[in-house]
């Protein structure tokens, strides 16, 4: 197995209120960490997670991509990813999909484009206050 090398690519979603934005931080919990603490526990290895971005403290995602790099071959069958990776994900963080190809992709140098949605809403809905800025002046 010395020169396998596959690639594990997920689409993920996240509600970012309770963590420190996607990188993986010294004094605070990330999604990037909670995201290869799930993917360890999964395959049964030590993995790392790359995102196409990262996101700030706060701050959701509805389809970040991420890549992984697999050594040795799988031992999750491709049907069953999603359900394995989130059983070990908390209730804020799922992933949408999954796929392993063979050879090399990164999710940072190999994205195409990146979107960002920005919520601004002008009275206070406490169904909103995690996911909009509230501001009662003319934007």
Same mark, same amino acid.
């Given at each position: 197995?010395?020169?396998?090398?596959?690639? *594990?690519? =997920? %689409?993920?979603? &996240?509600?970012?209120?309770? &963590?420190?934005?996607?990188?993986?931080?010294?004094?605070?919990?990330?999604?990037?960490?909670?995201? +290869?603490?799930? =993917?360890?526990?999964?395959?049964?290895?030590?993995?790392?997670?790359?995102?196409?971005?990262?996101?700030?403290?706060?701050? @959701?995602?509805?389809?970040?991509?991420? @890549?992984?790099?697999?050594? +040795?071959?799988?031992?999750?069958?491709? !049907?069953?990813?999603?359900?394995?990776?989130?059983?070990? *994900?908390? !209730?804020? /963080?799922? /992933?949408? !999909?999954? %796929?392993?190809?063979?050879?090399?992709? @990164?999710?940072?140098?190999?994205?195409?484009?990146?979107?960002?949605?920005?919520?601004? @809403?002008?009275?206070?809905? /406490?169904?909103?206050?995690?996911?909009?800025?509230?501001?009662?002046?003319? /934007?």
């Amino acid at each position: 197995m010395e020169n396998f090398r596959n690639t *594990l690519i =997920l %689409k993920v979603q &996240y509600d970012g209120t309770n &963590y420190a934005g996607w990188q993986r931080q010294t004094n605070a919990l990330a999604i990037q960490e909670v995201l +290869e603490r799930a =993917l360890t526990k999964s395959f049964n290895r030590t993995m790392t997670a790359i995102g196409a971005g990262r996101t700030d403290a706060g701050v @959701h995602a509805r389809g970040q991509i991420t @890549h992984s790099v697999l050594r +040795e071959p799988s031992n999750i069958p491709d !049907d069953k990813l999603i359900k394995a990776i989130n059983s070990n *994900l908390p !209730d804020d /963080v799922c /992933v949408t !999909d999954a %796929k392993i190809i063979e050879g090399k992709f @990164h999710a940072t140098a190999d994205a195409i484009a990146r979107e960002y949605s920005y919520s601004v @809403h002008t009275k206070y809905s /406490v169904f909103l206050r995690n996911y909009s800025c509230f501001n009662n002046s003319t /934007v």
